[in-house]
């Protein structure tokens, strides 16, 4: 029943922190109008976001390495909760965008202290395939995340968004304290000492230029990336070039969360019999196959719905393969420290999705190639780095 609790919370952990990242994706064009200001700069609060929930990671790692996985995982919730209603009733844009980062950094700690909570219960590919079941959890929020918050700009202000967030958060809070047990066993916590930062300096950065723990980071932050990328950028394309409203726009990524889910279960189901190795090149070959879709798509001259979706779901089933398997295996590598390699992997996931997020803002929205230049680029990328990992761990 541990164990299960503890999956519960990865699976929860990763829902509230995406729903949090996409909820208000379709308002962005209504967001941009109450705050006078223009698209770019609505587009730098995801990257806002992304900043705080990936750079916190780095603090709460460590900290619920030494004291204790729960109270560490409530500490994060409640600054998430505040910073969702302070966001509700906030006037000016830059508060605005402050408390993005602030919202980030409270999300971030249910990210990498979930999933060091679920190394301390599970290892090796058992880990990959309690990965997989979080994955399924972004998907819905990939998917639901926007869809409803399409509903809610249709109906209200999108500072209803931020009410429904705070309210999950308030529901996840109190799961956690009524039926999380402590997964951090008593030796591992006596055994951590109060480092210094300069200490912790030094063991991030022997973490950071391992390759067993950089590649697989940099596969699943790539992978992210990529769906990040899209996400930013697609508003802007379908509500102000297409014509659909902020609900139009929700709907169309429920498509995406059933190619999410359907890559997640693929690992569920291929993972112990046929390996990560395989996987990974399974996932990288569906990636590079939409990329070159969508790229293909626009040298013919088309530019519409159909032209930008259809590949996007194969490049997201793709990346629904790639991404678990890349979170679990630095944690697998480096069980020792699996709150800050947790922590690590979630910084360079979420640090490196902000700098992709950042690309959207300059992208033209006249034709798809430059997006889809942008996402084929990236999957080769992603084909060189697991190239290389997949020849460090041939297994």
Avoid: K
Avoid at 106 to 133: H, I, K, P, Y
Avoid at 224 to 249: K, N
Avoid at 281 to 289: D, E, I, K, N, T
């Amino acid at each position: 029943m541990s164990n299960l609790a503890v999956i519960l919370y990865v699976c929860l952990g990763a829902a509230l922190g995406q729903t949090g990242l996409f909820i208000d994706l379709p308002s962005l064009p209504q967001l941009a109008s109450d705050f006078g200001v223009d698209a770019a700069a609505t587009q730098t609060t995801v990257t806002a976001y992304a900043l705080g929930y990936g750079a916190s990671q780095l603090i709460w790692g460590p900290l619920s390495d030494r004291h204790g996985r729960r109270p560490i995982a409530l500490a994060g919730l409640w600054m998430f909760i505040t910073a969702s209603l302070l966001l509700a009733v906030v006037p000016g844009f830059e508060p605005f965008r402050l408390l993005r980062v602030v919202q980030g950094i409270g999300a971030g700690c249910g990210t990498s202290v979930s999933r060091a909570a679920l190394r301390d219960v599970l290892s090796n590919r058992e880990l990959a395939r309690a990965m997989s079941f979080a994955s399924i959890s972004f998907a819905l929020a990939l998917g639901f995340a926007p869809f409803v918050g399409g509903l809610i700009g249709r109906a209200t202000s999108w500072r209803v968004d931020f009410l429904l967030v705070a309210a999950l958060g308030l529901a996840t809070a109190l799961y956690l304290a009524r039926a999380l047990p402590e997964s951090l066993s008593r030796e591992l916590a006596a055994a951590a000492t109060r480092p210094s930062v300069a200490a912790i300096g030094r063991s991030y950065l022997r973490l950071a230029v391992d390759a067993r723990f950089l590649l697989p980071s940099l596969i699943a932050t790539v992978a992210t990336g990529m769906i990040a990328l899209y996400d930013a950028a697609s508003p802007f394309i379908y509500e102000t070039r297409f014509g659909f409203d902020a609900a139009g726009f929700g709907s169309l990524s429920l498509g995406l969360t059933v190619a999410y889910i359907a890559g997640a279960l693929m690992v569920v189901r291929f993972v112990v019999a046929r390996g990560q190795p395989w996987l990974l090149r399974f996932g990288l070959g569906a990636m590079l196959l939409g990329g070159l879709l969508m790229v293909g798509l626009g040298l013919g001259g088309w530019f519409d719905t159909f032209s930008l979706f259809l590949p996007m779901l194969v490049i997201t089933f793709g990346a629904s393969v790639l991404v678990p398997i890349g979170l679990a295996m630095p944690m697998q590598s480096f069980p020792a420290q699996a709150g800050q390699a947790s922590a690590l992997t979630g910084f360079l996931q979420q640090e490196g999705t902000g700098l992709l997020v950042l690309i959207a803002t300059v992208l033209p929205a006249s034709s798809q190639l430059p997006l889809a230049l942008t996402l084929l680029a990236l999957a080769l990328v992603l084909g060189q780095l697991v190239r290389s990992y997949t020849r460090l761990t041939p297994a």
